[in-house]
């Protein structure tokens, strides 16, 4: 059965522009990229709606996804409250405008074959707290659930956490980083090389560890780099090892979906684990902003379609080349936490107190996080509080 | 059937409880006793107030173990505190350092003046902490990491953790145990981030 709202929403689901369905302008995303897919733990659903004639008051605004209520705001006609329009969205009591976001998981559902259905309802008054009608608006997009944790390596104890200069250990350290990788290949006798650790043992992978140094014109030239170029046992410019076509950041990424390269887990097991990337000075490049280049291409969208760092997203470094017996029991420990929704912080600090004993002794000083600490892969986090859920309303800009 | 199953299956979480090992083989520890909560509690609620100024109730901490038993977990809003299976302190983490936020890329690493306190400041401060949650102690091989670099990208409003302090020591108990003592602070406000302290390691002949 044709639907005016249906028709409209085919014409424009995800735009910024205003919808208006028979008195209700609706906007999803006002002001924002809207996202052609959601992926991660700080996906957001945002809608704007307005009253038009005749109607000239909201009192209900909520926001589902896939029909769970997750955002409702009452607000009640109240003559004589303040006016005037120094708040926006009042008039003389009136509340014509209003807008509310949620920002939740893309992991509370299933990839690749769920899609989310952002709706937003509207109560719509034509009479102030007398009559009025329900008006709905809805879009969808597919969750892709793309972890977005990474790490980094610095390789020289003396130099500040993160620091990706200087090459001194470097050779020790790729073997050191590629432990958690490693005992797996050998583990099932599969042999080592560029193809086995893509192919066979990144293939439940959706977490990356990459660590720093190198060579970007191997990437950016679509050439792949050699173990001499590179000094490490690991690093290959991904589109060219998988012979992508006009390769682009979001080609790249579209290109490794279905191939189990990480961060993509398309193979039905753990939603995530770790992996190891090892490449050199891929921070900089000539063709991208400065220190986005080959994170961008590898890890896209960091951006999570919406433009700018986005928050819940953390590096994990360390200053110092951890001992290769302990990486994988350390890792274990990371992930573990991580898989029970934990904060990254505080997962990196259970791995540093679970280190078993070595020549290092591992200090929370050693393994900083970089952006935000709060960051989970399974829960949406609240910096002001402990709980651990999958959605919660968020104060957009 | 099914509730046979499902009779089977809890027995089988009880066994497991019980006998302390884990469904992998590896060695899990018995829970907690109300004691040992008891005792944990009261802990974290000191260490809390000593090392961030913060005051605890009880009922807002979450407790569970993590790292197969080994160690358990308590989580506040204000800070993450773990202690091993024995309850000894082992780190403590404020929520203000897991919120601290940096921007990335190297190029924004533009160094810039710090304050040029004297590091004995940062020494003399971890030594006082330290004796108050550890007794019995002695230090050497005081190491103190002034960070005084800047990131210009990070956000309004966060502080760069590059404004910190990084005081290490040994600290030596009177039977001879030596074990690491770490801490980091805010160079600017004073404030301590984290604490921790590592296993003892063994007395060398």
Redesign the interface.
Known sequence: MWSPKAFLSCLCPLSTIGIEIAGVDFTPHPGFAAPNYFSGTNARAFYRAQVTSPHLHISKFEIYLNNFATLTLNTPYTPGMPGGGEEPGTLGGVMFEQEGAVMFDSFYYSYPNDSVVVKCRVYAESVPGVSGSWFEHEYSAPAKNRAALFGINDLEVTQPPLNLTGAAGMFAASHSLAAIAYPKSLTYNWGWNHSIFFDRTGEDVNVVFYAGHGTPDAIYDGQQATQNEFGCSIGIPIYAYYNIPNPSIEADRTWHIGTGLPPYNSTGKPQFNLALHMTCNSFGSPNLPSGESYFSRYFYPYWNAYGGFCENQGFLGWSLTLDVRDYYALSTLLVDELAQGEKLAVAMQVMIAGAPNSHHNYAIGDALIDQDGNTTLRRVYDPNSSLKRWWRPIDMP | MKINSLVLVVGCLLVTAVNGVGQDGATVTTPLSQTELSRLRVKTVSLVRLLFGRSVRDG?L?IRP??KG??I?V???YA?L?FDRDLSF??A?S?E?????????????NSTRVPTESKQVWIDRSKSLAKRIWSNLSFSNERV?L?G?KRSKAPQGSTS??QTA?V?FTATSDSGQSR?V?F?FDRTTGACL?A?I??P?PIRS
Not at chain 2, 97 to 109: I, L, P
């Open positions: 807002e979450s993590v790292a080994k160690i977990s989580q506040h809003r993450s773990l082992r780190s983490m929520s350092f897991v919120n601290r936020t940096k921007s990335s890329g190297d190029e924004t690493r990491v960070h670099l953790l590059s990084d290490r690491q770490a980091i984290t921790e590592t296993r390691t």
